[in-house]
Nanobody
Framework: QVQLVESGGGLVQAGGSLRLSCETS????????MGWFRQAPGKEREFVSS????????????FVKGRAAVSRDNFKNTFKNTMYLQMNNLRPEDTAVYYC????????????WGQGTQVTVSS
């Protein structure tokens, strides 16, 4: 069973940066593709970014392209690893709860979710 724990959220001024982390625990981490989603108040959860199992392939939503970078550790022989989302030039509309997620295949739905971390961007 994989567990996901996000951290790194907070209050930042517009134009600032944050680095979100998603610590995972469990034997199967290196077989999981990972992703970041966000949900703003009154809105549906939306895709932000994803990264393949190897870390070689990444995808981004249009609204973060050029402002975000997803990466992951793939340490072997450890039950814990971390995925990151570096976000720069933050905007007030980036304010949301950010969730990390995992799936066993490179495509398909994400089946495991973290509890979320709040990001608030002030103007």
């Amino acid at each position: 069973q994989v567990q996901l724990v996000e951290s790194g959220g907070g209050l930042v001024q517009a134009g600032g940066s944050l680095r979100l982390s998603c610590e995972t625990s469990g034997r199967t981490y290196n077989s999981l593709a990972m992703g970041w989603f966000r949900q703003a108040p009154g809105k549906e959860r939306e895709f932000v970014s994803s990264i393949s199992r190897s870390g070689e392939s990444t995808q981004y939503a249009d609204f973060v392209k050029g402002r975000a970078a997803v990466s992951r550790d793939n340490f072997k022989n450890t039950f814990k690893n971390t995925m990151y989302l570096q976000m720069n030039n933050l905007r007030p509309e980036d304010t949301a709860v950010y969730y990390c997620a995992a799936r066993t295949g490179e495509i398909g739905p994400f089946g495991t979710w973290g509890q979320g971390t709040q990001v608030t961007v002030s103007s």
